[in-house]
Nanobody, 121 residues
Framework: QVQLVESGGGLVQPGGSLRLSCAAS????????MGWYRQAPGKQRELVAS???????NYADSVKGRFTTSRENAKNAVYLQMNSLAPEDTAVYYC???????????????WGQGTQVTVSS
């Protein structure tokens, strides 16, 4: 069993900051790419940021320069620092990880339960 648990969402004023955290636990041999997605009401889920095991990163154009993702491999954790938040950033944010459960398995995608981020005055 593998579980991803997110934390750090909430209500913030425009221009404010939030830091999301996500930790994976359970039967894990290794974690490859990790990422953050978001889904606003009435919209499709979209990639916000991703990070490889070596530390390479990729960002959606809409968040470049405002959001930063990082990870701690020893803790099976990934983070998303969100600065200069705007109302259009309001969404449910999901953590995603490509996990190998044991030496004989291929990688599979796992998702967190989602955390609400609301940007409003």
């Amino acid at each position: 069993q593998v579980q991803l648990v997110e934390s750090g969402g909430g209500l913030v004023q425009p221009g404010g900051s939030l830091r999301l955290s996500c930790a994976a636990s359970g039967s894990i041999f290794s974690i490859n790419d990790m990422g953050w997605y978001r889904q606003a009401p009435g919209k499709q889920r979209e990639l916000v940021a991703s990070i490889g095991r070596s530390g390479w990163t990729n960002y959606a154009d809409s968040v470049k320069g405002r959001f930063t993702t990082s990870r701690e491999n020893a803790k099976n954790a990934v983070y998303l620092q969100m600065n200069s938040l705007a109302p259009e950033d309001t969404a449910v944010y999901y953590c995603q990880a490509r996990i190998v459960r044991d030496r004989s398995s291929s990688e599979s995608d796992y998702w967190g339960q989602g955390t609400q981020v609301t940007v409003s005055s």
